[in-house]
Nanobody
């Protein structure tokens, strides 16, 4: 498993951005994937997660209604569509993968990507 995250950049408040995370290996239906972010000087925090098989999703309260997590099985890729971005969304976004939903949401995923930086200016 090797996770490659991309799509970060510098945007203005109110803009949209889509992150992607591609798994170089095979992703089974039992897998869970998600996004975390870490702002400068802060701890890494959960953003969103998705069950690969059923597509069930879960979001952190600060991003509900603005972010959408999805996956395209044929591409072995997970996406994070981020709308109405705010300066507090600034940080490095990491994708992660596990087979246990609880472990992943708790930040204990087995696999992590290298991170992609999102900067939102006011």
């Amino acid at each position: 498993v090797q996770l490659q995250a991309s799509g970060g950049g510098l945007v203005q408040a109110g803009d949209s951005l889509t992150l992607s995370c591609t798994d170089s290996g095979r992703t089974f239906s039992s897998a869970v994937m998600g996004w975390f972010r870490q702002a400068p000087g802060k701890e890494r925090e959960f953003v969103a997660a998705i069950r690969w098989g059923f597509g069930t999703t879960h979001y952190a309260d600060p991003v509900k209604g603005r972010f959408t997590i999805s996956r395209v099985k044929a591409e072995n890729t997970m996406y994070l569509q981020m709308n109405n971005l705010a300066p507090e969304d600034t940080g490095t976004y990491y994708c992660t993968k596990d087979t246990d939903w609880g472990d992943l949401v708790a930040g204990k995923g087995d696999y992590w990507g290298q991170g992609t930086l999102v900067t939102v200016s006011s």
